[in-house]
């Protein structure tokens, strides 16, 4: 879980200083990460906000299937409700806070106040991610057409993401059995 998460702040090689298990995944990010950016459904999903995101569409993509994730996680994971989930993941990173890359150090803080997975299941909680992500990145500041294109195609985004949430996790499950 831990490599997982760092994954988008460990730069190349630099995966090798870390121990064999968060090595893992760190690089089972990077395979999701490439298998989610070929993916014909996540692409059809893109293509609804390239008007308005251009080449971040993918990353609003990824925080509206996190929506349909948080939204629906006992429908995808019963025997541990979200907010356990949330807590377990909260605890992992503090215990492991001296190995975490800078970066994460300094939004760590703000991530376990926030809730951020939990707050997805909602679009004001989509929003203020939009918002500081927009303020904090080169992510433009577009979070009123995002939300209001998640708006008029929720359905579809859903859908998409109801046939793609499957794939990935057959993914990881082929990936981690090798």
Known sequence: MLGNFIGDFVKGNNFARYKPNVRTGILLHRQIDSFTDS???VLQSTQLL???????ASIIV????????AANWDEFHPSMPLSSFVNKAH????LNYFRLPNDVKKMLPFLIKSRRLEN???FGGIARALNIMARNTSLPDNTQEAIGCLKDHYATFEQHFRTFYPQVVAMVDETLKV
């Open 62 to 69: 990824d925080i509206f299937y996190d929506h349909f994730l």
């Open 39 to 41: 993916n014909e459904i």
């Open 120 to 122: 997805y299941a909602n």
């Open 91 to 94: 605890k992992i990173l503090l």
């Open 50 to 56: 390239k008007d308005a995101y251009g080449r971040y």
